[in-house]
């Protein structure tokens, strides 16, 4: 913040934590689904677990090590909002493997007790087992530290094997260190990644209840029309001119009559799902009623007689008489529709058809789960053949596709870039565990990288940092094996994958901020190509402290070198960025003259506030986010360092990338409309028309002004109300095309031409 800034100190209060408690409980309480109410109960349970170990000062809420006695390699267990609840996921009761384990070992079903068994001859023995077969999972990070020492002892490395086991040992009772067991190594990430594995989702299908509603119509149709016909035509045999009981029931008619009501209860008994045959106002519900009294010798009153009788001719009225060319074809559609299978008994077959494959796996090849139903799967499962795998179903399979990752982007399985940031991991594990050069080290290392990357993160405060791997004791213990990165064929490896997902990502989802997930991968693999180029998180506004890191003026300085010079980025967000490198060559020197690194850029942090205005002189949740909005204008949120630094150059181009951010703007500018809560969509809606300035701007002048001739068509593809609310955002960018600029408060002389930024105090103009 600027120096007369008021900054109010942050601190972390039990408000939050009580309101998710508060939130379960009621969930769990009262929500008719039982399984989300288990889900609610257990995640009341951890809440209660973080507000018991706050009060009694047992966590360090908005610390990198918030659990007293745990140090920070040691995975928490973490809930929403970045709240540790004070124990550790690697921690808590045995799971089965590890008392099969125990009892295959011989020793008693405690942790230590394993722990000290694989420090000896046989352990060491099952662990090289494992490590050569590939025949292990990795959960949780930890579950890899035995494996990496017994690979540190059977390499020599007896000095580095010893003092892993020193730093493990004092939590050789609470943690698991033991890797769990798996059918087979886990495909090679390098060529194919998958959302979600075969046992995902088989249990999502195992989940699938049949449809209540459906299985009732389907009664309906299937039983009780049927039988209704038959109760009508019983009655019309006792019909003259369309009038029932015009005619006294004879002894047969009685007897018939019996049976239908004996057939009845054995149907109510057999079929329950549709209930709509016990109504007695129903027409089923009269017909049977009525019969009911006659079987019994008990007269019809005048009521129920009417009754009786407007229920038969509204029947045929509205079916026609059971018999006629119109009531048969009204029945035979109706069987035929009662006789499709059900997506119940589909996803039960697509079971049967998964369970040949390993669990924990993707699907390579899903055409050949979701084919019709054969001949001989109709004689096994009653279905017919050739019905076809429905819709719902399919995407539960395809979303266990195993391919690239454009593949994946390309069919829907990815619909997002959040989604895309939970796939990467799996390809930046391969990446940088290719600088191992032993294969089974190599192995082990992705399989810890992608276990680590399941961590979730904390809530952090004073600029500290999330753990990072190298951090953790394994990792450290076998650094020394990994080959130097720069200018070798893995750190080519990993600029290739880190530029491969850098053009995914902006091309796939050219109007999406980059999520936090993404960005940390990309870190990891631009400092294994020591690049230079840094990436900048998303911050939050709510816990913001009014300072940045040294690497947002470092990615800012980056973004000029692409953007300077009068770029219509750098026009129309008027931005001096010859003053910015100037700012970053200062605080560089002042740093070199330290005896220490820098935490912060109080040049950066002066500059974004002093560009947000007076607003950000006070401390609230949105001034806070006017900051942090000219910190990622500044910065391009990293679009500059992937086009400049990392060299992505995405296929469609930079005009057609342009366009798409726009159908994203108006897309969500149409959301504001009768929107009670519109800020976050038009700060959504800010960050996709700053992600198409950017591209804009890498377009030449000719192109940039046809681009924005055909803006206004896609707003006229928008309700009207978006072009109303996106008039002035579009009169803006069209001074800054043409030279012009706008005034300190965002307006260009008091005209209807508008910057467009995400973030206000005063209510935002676009509301």
Sequence with gaps: MNDNAEQQPLTVTLSYPQGQLAKAFVTALTHEDADTRRRAEVRGQRWREV??????????????????????????????GG???????????LHTDETEAAQSFGVPAERRALFAHCLTEPGLAWLWARLDSGRYEIGVAEEAALLTM?????????????????????FADRLRFLPRPADGPPADATAAVHRHTVSEAVDTLTRRRPNT??????????????????????????????????????????ARGEVLLGRYRLLAAEHTRC???????????????????????????????GLLRHAVRSMVRRRGQPGSAAHMALRHRQAEQAALPSHHGLARLVLRRLAVLPRETGI????????????????????????????????????????????????GVVPSAEVLAELVPQLVAAATAHAYGDDTLRALMAANYRAFRSRRSLLLLNLERQVRMEELPWVRAVSGQRSAVLGSAEGDGALDVLRQLGELAVQAFPGTILPNPLIRELGVLERQCDLGAPFVEELAADIFMGT??????????VAGELLGGGTLYERYYGIDYAAIRNLAITETSTALTRSYQARTSPGFARLCAERAGKASRSWSVAANGMVIEQAQILTTHNLATLVHRVGVAPQPGWADLARRCFVTVCRLTARVHHNPRPLGTIKDAAYAWRQMVFHLSLCPPEEQRRVIAGLNEETARHPAHAATRLAPALAGLALAVEGGAFGPDGTADGGPARRFLGWSTDGHWMR
């Design 213 to 254: 509603a459906v299985e009732a119509q389907r009664e309906a149709l299937a039983v009780w029309q049927p039988f209704s016909d038959e109760l009508l035509v019983h009655w019309l045999r006792t019909a003259r001119d369309g009038q029932v009981l015009e005619r006294v029931p004879d002894a047969d008619w009685l």
């Design 364 to 411: 390579t090849d899903v055409a050949s789960f979701l084919g019709t139903v054969t001949e001989e799967e109709s004689r096994e499962t009653g279905l017919p053949t050739g019905a076809v795998v429905p819709a719902t179903i399919r995407q539960v399979v395809e979303s266990a596709l195993s391919a690239p990752l454009g593949t994946l982007v390309e069919r």
């Design 548 to 557: 940045f890191s040294p690497k947002f003026l470092t990615a800012a300085r």
């Design 150 to 170: 017994a690979w540190l002892v059977r390499q020599g490395e007896t000095d580095a094997a010893l003092d892993l086991v020193a730093e493990l040992e004092p």
């Design 51 to 80: 507000l018991e170990a706050m009060a009694a000062g047992r966590l360090s809420v908005g610390s990198r090590t918030p659990v007293d006695e745990l140090p920070p390699w040691v995975t928490p267990e973490v809930v929403r």
């Design 83 to 93: 709240y540790a609840t004070g124990t550790a996921s690697a921690g808590g009761p």
């Design 275 to 305: 209930t709509k045959h016990r109504d007695p106002k129903e027409n089923l519900g009269i017909l049977r009623g009525a019969l009911e009294e006659i079987v019994a010798g008990r007269p019809l009153d005048t009521r129920r007689l």
